[in-house]
């Protein structure tokens, strides 16, 4: 079955060390999206990609990188994580098609001492 | 700048009971409006979108362009629609959506 998949599910680490969390999908889908979920602030745009060659900042990309290394891969990466960065952390993708839906990953929960 | 505001944090109510989360929206454009649902142990997932007009496990959600507002609704909730809700408007002619933060609707029986 076509699937988000995130690895790590869960992260613990410290302050200031780098972390990569990486996403891919087997839909077959060219966007792919990194969002932050915070309890009380909802869903916040960290990067997207619209194709392989195409990246862009979302509304909280400071302290954040990406890289697209593939249709199907996108990472996120903390240079140097700091404790407000702790967080679930959601890849998503979608179709070419402006359809609006989104196709969620399962989370990568994220833990900066 | 586009925003969506939700209210309510969470909504409690009983099974049988109607549910009304609220949603609305700031935008100067034409938007388009959806609700995503995310179970205990789920993905987030869309719910309906309001294009479609159609109704999702009961629930339905208009969008009214004079009060900005795309309100999902339900007459009758059940223990199994307990989530959380977001209501999400995207930008006619991009993809990125913007999400609200989000309201934790819990049915008890």
């Known amino acids: 079955d076509a699937d988000v998949t995130q690895t790590p599910r869960n992260r613990i680490t410290k302050t200031g060390k780098r972390i990569m969390l990486e996403c891919s999908q087997t839909k077959g889908h060219d966007r792919m999206y990194w969002y932050r979920q915070d309890p009380g602030l909802g869903l916040r745009l960290i990067y997207y990609?619209?194709?392989?060659?195409?990246?862009n900042k979302g509304e909280i990309s400071d302290g954040y990188s990406v890289s697209r290394q593939a249709q199907a891969k996108f990472s996120l990466s903390l240079e140097s994580a700091i404790p407000n960065q702790t967080a679930l952390y959601f890849c998503?993708?979608?179709?070419?098609?402006?359809?609006?839906?989104?196709?969620f990953g399962e989370g990568s929960r994220l833990t900066v001492l | 700048a586009q925003r969506v505001t939700q209210p309510e944090k969470l909504l409690s109510v009983f099974k049988g009971a109607p549910v009304e989360l609220k949603c609305n929206y700031s935008?100067?454009?034409?938007?388009?409006l959806f609700w995503y649902v995310q179970y205990s142990r789920q993905r987030l997932q869309l719910l309906l979108r309001h294009i479609s007009r159609e109704s999702i496990k009961g629930f339905t959600a208009d969008l009214n362009k004079g009060e900005t507002s795309f309100h999902l609704k339900k007459p009758f909730a059940q223990e199994e629609d307990s989530a959380m809700y977001y209501c999400?408007?995207?930008?006619?002619?991009?993809?990125?959506?913007?999400f609200g933060k989000g309201t934790m609707l819990l049915v008890s029986p």
């Open positions: 999400a408007l995207r930008h006619s002619g991009y993809s990125t959506l913007t």
């Open positions: 990609s619209f194709d392989v060659k195409d990246i």
């Open positions: 935008y100067s454009g034409s938007p388009e």
């Open positions: 998503a993708t979608s179709k070419g098609q402006n359809t609006g839906e989104l196709f």
